[in-house]
């Protein structure tokens, strides 16, 4: 809920919610008919074989890839390749999408088992092979960069968006697994320092876990990584570095807790929890395997999509729409939110009017007012440039204040998109 001052020049405030000590029962989402894994892919990219084709029968477990090339998916279910297409993402992100139709009989690939029985010296390497897509996202080559070693890594029991609970519901249920977890990052990375990062308030019983504990403050966007480095660690993170730079990783509780479920049971987690919101703001939490579509778990929850209505792959502040129900839960999904055609918040043409209510809200302070003229004439580079473009943390406050309704957040995320496009483009050949 948005709480604003009497007086107009305070600045609005946000907050995240606890779960509470009853916890919801997630819905548990039967396996579809069909799931499909999306493999990144880069178009300069030649050279490349897939290692299925359609008609190739796959287990549960086993890993999908590209020859010559690091992308790979993990299936979650057994099955046949029915077929394998290109997938068009979020501002133009390239992916394979690999459809696969769902046996009846159940059968676990054993390869990374082989491997998992105990860490060893060789954990790294078969954290790199086999788990960069768990669920939760594990950022293996974040990890295991020799020229950016890790020290610090910081656990988000937090959610990054408001409404959304999947992460802070790990926490409450999966504690065996979190500490599993953290003792198999230690021997992967050799950081000395694991902090978790926990909403103010929250209730926990987590004992000998293994890593240092620290709240944020409720008041969003507390939770963003630049923040969490600025308050919690005491440093600030410049725009063009990296949190890696500064030898801090951020990995998300879900993660970490895949991670110790894999090694501890000898298979790769495929299941994923989601926050789920509904159009009247109503909460749910559900658990499907990554590849199930949007739409098998939106009928399961009786949820009806309308024309026109809106099915956003995020949150309230910083998720984006797409386009299908066919959309799959990828291992970074974290929420989906349905919005009502009818609710939906309107955006418009009309110009800026200098009010300064995105400047109050900014927490990086940046002179958004400035910006975003750049930004809507596509003059990319000179925003970035004379504007701090990039010391913008992307948390969305400044479109929901704005009085004007423009979408100053899309600017923002097309903007850094074009750029870094370009700079790809124009970096030599090896």
């Known amino acids: 809920m948005i709480k604003r001052s009497f007086f107009g020049l305070a600045k609005p405030r946000l907050e995240y919610k606890t779960l509470p000590d009853k916890l919801p029962k997630p819905e548990e989402i039967s396996s579809p008919e069909k799931v499909t894994l999306l493999l990144s892919t880069f178009p ?63 059968e676990i690939d054993e390869q990374f088992a082989k491997y998992a029985k105990t860490p060893s010296p060789d954990t790294a390497d078969t954290a790199r092979e086999f788990l960069a897509c768990v669920p939760g996202n594990l950022p293996v080559n974040l990890l295991i960069n020799p020229e950016k070693p890790i020290k610090t890594i910081i656990i988000s029991g937090c959610d990054n968006d408001l409404m959304v609970y999947t992460n802070q519901y790990i926490i409450k249920t999966a ?70 730079d500064y030898g801090a990783c951020f990995i998300t509780a879900e993660a970490v807790a895949s991670v110790g479920r894999a090694f501890t049971s000898g ?25 199930t579509p949007f739409r098998d778990i939106l009928s399961t929850l009786g949820i009806t999509l309308n024309e026109k209505d809106r099915v956003i792959l995020g949150g309230p502040m910083t998720g984006t729409a797409v386009y299908s129900d066919e959309h799959p839960i990828m291992p970074d999904t974290g929420a989906i939110m349905i919005q009502d055609s ?89």
Do not use: W
Not at 202 to 214: D, P, Q, T, W, Y
Not at 267 to 290: F, R
């Open 267 to 291: 298979k790769i987690p495929v299941k994923k929890t989601i926050t789920v919101i509904n159009k009247d703001e109503s909460v749910k939490l559900a658990v499907a395997k990554i590849g």
């Open 44 to 106: 300069e990219q030649k050279d490349r074989t897939l290692s299925v084709k359609e008609g190739d029968k796959i287990k549960t477990g086993q890993k999908v890839f590209f020859t010559n090339d690091d992308a790979y998916a993990i299936s979650s279910v057994t099955g046949t390749i029915s077929s394998i297409s290109p997938f068009i993402g979020d501002f133009g992100a390239s992916y394979t999408a690999v459809s696969i139709n769902v046996s009846d009989n159940e």
């Open 342 to 430: 009818g609710n939906i918040s309107q955006v418009s043409d009309y110009p800026c009017i200098n009010c300064g209510d995105c400047i109050r809200i900014c927490p990086a302070r940046i002179q958004i007012n400035m910006l975003v003229r750049l930004l809507e004439a596509g003059h990319y580079e000179e925003a970035a440039d004379n504007y701090d473009l990039y010391s913008c943390i992307e948390c969305g406050l400044c479109s929901l204040v704005c009085v004007s309704k423009i979408p100053i957040f899309q600017y923002i995320k097309l903007a850094k998109h074009e750029l870094d496009r370009m700079s790809i483009a124009e970096a030599p050949d090896d």
């Open 175 to 244: 504690i065996d697994s979190i500490k599993s977890g953290i003792d198999i990052l230690k021997d992967i990375t050799g950081a000395d320092d694991i902090i978790l990062v926990l909403p103010h308030g929250f209730k926990h019983e987590l004992g000998n876990i293994g890593a240092r504990v620290s709240t944020i403050d409720n008041g969003y966007p507390a939770a963003s990584p630049h923040l969490i480095m600025r308050n919690i660690l005491s440093r600030i993170v410049p725009a063009g570095k990296s949190f890696e």
